[in-house]
Nanobody
């Protein structure tokens, strides 16, 4: 059974940093090298939005305008893990963060065609 588990969330003051991890089980990055991994978030009362995505080959990364320059996505295929380094956090970054996979990052903005959603990890940024 394929499962993604997100971790690393928490409570941080504005301007602080967190590193989220997305660990895959039942899903080997090495043998599924054509799979892109995306990070998404959903705040209370708001729709899910794509935050970032990394292609299977790591040659392409994508960021929402709201996080560009502050967040960095990376992947370690040997560890079956994708990371989201979040710096200069703002209160508006508060949300539950999820990861999921797809064949490409084409639809990461909406999360359409992404699969194996994890349970999410809560990120709360206080002002």
């Amino acid at each position: 059974e394929v499962q993604f588990v997100e971790s690393g969330g928490g409570l941080v003051q504005a301007g602080g940093s967190l590193r989220l991890s997305c660990a895959a089980s039942g899903f080997t990055f090495v043998t599924h090298v054509d799979y892109a991994i995306g990070w998404f978030r959903q705040a209370p009362g708001k729709e899910r939005e794509g935050v970032s995505c990394i292609s299977s080959s790591e040659t392409s990364t994508y960021y929402a305008d709201s996080v560009k320059g502050r967040f960095t996505i990376s992947r370690d295929n040997a560890k079956n893990t994708v990371y989201l380094q979040m710096n200069s956090l703002k209160p508006e970054d508060t949300a539950v963060y999820y990861c999921a996979s797809s064949e490409s990052c084409t639809y990461y903005g909406t999360g359409d065609h992404f699969h194996y959603w994890g349970q999410g990890t809560q990120v709360t940024v206080s002002s």
